[in-house]
């Protein structure tokens, strides 16, 4: 994944066989901060399309809610900030 890469909304939801509606709950949740005035002009920065790549993945891979997916995340970022600080 190249830090110079901008994904489309539509790319996103292809790669990861997402909703446009999971992906406006997960920009509402607060996953990603998407440029643009409406879900299907959005473009994500890699930063983003990472955070959104690993919550799909507790989507279909776990079978979570999108909520669940989003607390899912969320805990796995504070775990790596923790262990960050730890060392």
């Given amino acids: 994944m190249s830090k110079n890469i901008i994904y489309t909304s539509r790319a996103v939801c292809v790669l990861h066989d997402l909703t446009i509606d999971t992906l406006v709950g997960m920009v509402a949740s607060g996953i990603a901060n998407p440029r643009g005035s409406e879900p299907g002009k959005w473009t ?43 060392n």
């Avoid at 983003?48 to 970022?77: C, S, T």
């Fill in 44 to 86: 994500f920065s890699s930063e983003d399309y990472g955070r959104i790549e690993v919550a799909a993945g507790y989507l279909h891979y776990l079978n979570l809610e999108p909520a669940a997916a989003v607390m899912a995340l969320e805990l796995f970022q504070d775990l790596q900030l923790v262990r960050e600080n730890m």
